[in-house]
């Protein structure tokens, strides 16, 4: 669950207040700040009639920012705030053009429909389609039959190209039933069921009641019945959970999208059938929803390809984005739930199989327009070390700290070992590697990797394959383990790990921001060495008493590393007590998400101020003779200004947008 901090709640009553109004806004922050409540006690805290209450929580209960339950025998349901929700919409945006990246424009336009509407039903969806495309109709809107369903991006460098206007994206009923199975399919929209409205709380304790009833009606007696009923608990969790992939499932009775297409490919050349009408028709009264753990999986595979892209460049990354969409494609939250995912291990050789990909079904789904042999260097063969490089690891790394190693930066870095050429790991080299040669003028040198094009011809005449797998290859073994190598032509992903090294570089990157280099570098040293004393420490930094004070006090004022007093004897005497600087990675890490909370509100709020301002400019451009032609209609002064508020919100948001990025990284990746 999310920690709701005052800032937490103010922020996520903003976020209602920008999207559904002032009214849903006032109840859902009288919500955190008191608790669970019925109708007349919130009559009572915010002094609403029933019926202004009654239309709040409806527009609440719509968009799933209200969770309730009702007790048996009682007459009012408890109603409460649903903070994850609320927050999530901050990323509508993101949301948003994640779709039309994946799935085109014509989804994109579903989601944003769904995204406004809330849970809706599936035939109240169709019906306002239907009016769409009959009022395009008639005014002529809609030019030629072109599908532009399955647009999609160059998986190199993200650039998309966006259908052409001429008129409402989705051209039918049956475009639409056809992207909706395919959203349905990728679980970024799940169907509505009544345990959808109880918090995690709520159903914990009925399937907690219902298998103590069914399967302990005489108590609990020992530690065997006790991890029985944690099992039992874990079971029911998961039925819960499964009722939102109803649809999916029958859908997959039908073979999924990509299997449907293959087979009736070319045959709406000779009957009619085109690629809309081979999906089945959905049931017009279920009720879906957007799916937000699943998006927040999309988005972490975006991060994770950025990620790489700053590190190994654009084609490893699409290579790097191809393995994440393959691994990730039955996954469906970003973190596992203790409670709930207590027996889902016990079968190692189906969870194996199924968070792991091969190297063909890789370059299956590689375009064939990349260039897979740019972005890798071209080294002879003897200059490898093959017998390393094909290491195979088939079983993720031991849990460690969030930063295991230290890198100090610059030429006094004592603390640092740079020493890998052990002769220990001699024998895992090839027997035709050549050792580097020496230099007369500066000694040794390492391997040379030549990019010169004239340079190793043969080895340069790589097949797509063999290409492939030297990407996979740069990404195993590179210092964050963006893939693991767990099998023969097999490759999958340890999130945990990744996304620690993750942390660790959006830490690195603020304290860099914050303190300079040589802040970095100090605290690179004590994640290496622990705690360290006061007067040990300039030692080890190589820096003088006065500047190296004068750092970590800053650095201290800013919550990066933290002091420790010890006497020496049981009298407490300052001059005679050690002064232990240590840094604290969790504590650091807690504090920069505090301080993004309260950044993102500092924003909502100047917009608000600014909003205040600018009332009157902003109430003119609501005047119908005005909306669109504001720079024609407008006097030069008061398009100046409207103008200038344009300009200050689209920062706002913009820092806003970046803010969320760094939250996602710290708390749901």
Known sequence: MM??????????????????????????????????STLPQLSQYTSMTLRQLRHGVAVLLQHNLLFYHLDPGTEFAFYEANAEHAYNLVRTGKILEMIDTSFGAPAKDVMQSLLLSGQTRISDLVAAYQDKIEQATKA????????DFGAETNGVNGDSHPAKNTGPQVKSTAHLNSIICRL??????????PKTFESSHDVLKTVEKEAMDKHFPAGIKGNK???????????????VRDECKSLKRKLEQNGSAAKRRKLFTGVGMTNGTYEEDIDP????????????????VDLRNRRLVQFATDIFGETTAYVYGVLLKLLTKDLPRCRSDPAMDVGEDKDDDDEKGRRSVTTDQILDNLKTSVDLSLGIGKAEKRQISSAAAEKVELYPPKKKVLIAEAEVDGEASPDEDEDDSDSSEESDYDSDYKAPTTNGVNGTHGTKVKFDESAAPKERRLDRPTQLRQHLLLLSESRQHFVRHCGPNEWTVDFVPL???????????????????????????LRAKGKLDEKALPNVALMRKPELQQKMLEMQTAGFVHVQEVPRDLKADVKKSFFLWFCDVDRSLNRLLDTSYKTMLHCMQVLEALRQKERDVLETTKRTDVRGRE???MRKEYYERYSRFLECERKLFAQVMRLDDFVSVLRDF
């Not at 002529?140 to 599908?147: K, N, P, Q, S, Y």
């Not at 019945?225 to 874990?234: D, G, N, T």
Request: proline letters at 3%.
């Open 140 to 147: 002529g809107g809609i030019v030629g039959d072109e599908d």
């Open 184 to 193: 349905v399919e990728a679980e970024v929209i799940d169907v509505v069921h």
């Open 3 to 36: 920690l709701v901090t005052k800032p937490v709640a103010e922020l996520c009553a903003l976020l209602i207040d920008e999207l559904h109004g002032e009214l849903p806004s006032r109840i859902f922050a009288t919500l955190l700040s008191k608790g669970r």
């Open 281 to 296: 028709a959905l049931d017009p009264k279920q009720v879906i929803r957007i799916n937000y753990e699943k998006c927040l």
């Open 631 to 633: 720079k024609d209609t």
């Open 499 to 525: 996304i620690n090294a993750l942390r660790e570089a959006e830490l690195d990157s603020v304290i860099e921001r914050t303190s300079g280099r040589q802040g970095l570098r100090l605290v690179r040293i």
């Open 225 to 239: 019945a006790k991890i029985e009923l944690q099992e039992r608990i874990a079971e029911g969790l998961r039925k």
